[in-house]
Structures are given as C-alpha cells and as structure tokens.
C-alpha cells in the first residue's frame, strides 16, 4: 500500500494535476480510491496521431486531446487490474475534469468528476447520475436520451460526462484493450 501511494505521488508531480476551483476530489485521492486495490500502480501516456484525431473528432465533437494518459492497477503478477484515465471536458459553465475507468474487458467500471465549475449542473458529480455508466460496454454509444438518461435541468452538463466517456472509450480501445 505504501508502494501504490508514493507511485501515485510520484505520478502526480508527472501529471501537473494540483488544487482546482471547483474541485471534488483530488487526482491523488480518485488514483488511490480506483487503484489502492492494486499491487502496482504505473501511468502511459498515448499520443494520437492525426488518424486518431479524425475518429475522436467524430465521437466527441468538442474534443481537443492531443495525448491519453492511463493509470494502470496491476496484479502483483502484472496482470491488468484496473485502467483509469482522465479527461478534461468542457462543462455549460465552464471546465470539468473527468475520471473514467475500465476493467481489462472493456466494462466501464466507474465514472467520477473531479472538477466542476458547473453551478445547474451539479447534479452529474452525483453518485445517482454517474453509476448508470457501470457495466457499459466501450462499445456503447454514451447518448443523452439513447443509452444515457440527462439530468433533468443539466442536459448540457449530462451530455459532457457523456462526451468524455465517449474519448475515454475511444483511447482504451485504441490503446489499452490491443495490447491485453
């Protein structure tokens, strides 16, 4: 355990991710929340190629990363426990930062927001909205009134949690499901 929190520190510092207006929950406290479990604790960043900025322009119009960084959980074997990355995301009313993570098959294990600067939707950090997205497939289309139900008076803020699944689906299996 000692081991997986001064990794996770360590990848902290890598990743720049300090104290944001608005934040929910620290990077440092979601990555040990999410990966504490583990016996070991490593990050890979994924740079996308224009090819990969095409597709993830399609699935997610207002995407604009360059690059996907996973923190990976692993067996003391190395087997995949856990993958997480995180995504930032525009919000109605400002920026989020959106915590995704997947178990090696390709479910969605848990969505967690970060940071939030949204004031109506607010709603969408909560533990009520975000657990529908467990057990989906990366394959699932992540659509407000499709696959997804939107809060009531936060459709903008639902369809951005959405979003962000949607990359993250993308770049796990792009990235992550190849090279199981």
């Known amino acids: 355990m000692k081991l997986v929190v001064i990794l996770i520190s360590s990848i902290l510092v890598c990743f720049g991710m300090a104290g944001n207006a608005g ?82 098959s390709g479910l969605v294990a848990s969505v967690t927001i970060l940071t939030s600067e949204e004031e109506r939707g607010k709603k969408v950090a909560e533990e009520s909205f975000l657990k529908q997205f467990r057990g989906k497939k990366i394959s699932d289309a992540f659509q407000v009134g499709s696959d997804v139900d939107g809060v009531s008076g936060a459709t903008w803020s639902s369809k951005a949690v959405a979003e962000a699944i949607r990359k993250s689906s993308f770049a796990f299996k792009t990235f992550v499901e190849v090279k199981k």
Request: hydrophobic content about 35%; some cysteine.
């Open 23 to 104: 934040e929910l929950i620290s990077l440092k406290d979601y990555l040990k929340k999410e990966l504490s479990s583990s016996s070991k604790v490593s990050k890979e960043v994924f740079q996308l190629n224009p090819e990969h900025r095409v597709v993830l322009k399609s699935l997610a119009a207002n995407s604009e990363e360059s690059a996907f960084s996973f923190f990976y959980g692993k067996s003391s074997v190395g087997a995949l426990d856990k993958a997480c990355t995180v995504v930032p995301q525009q919000g109605k009313e400002g920026p989020m930062t959106i915590g995704i993570c997947f178990e090696p």
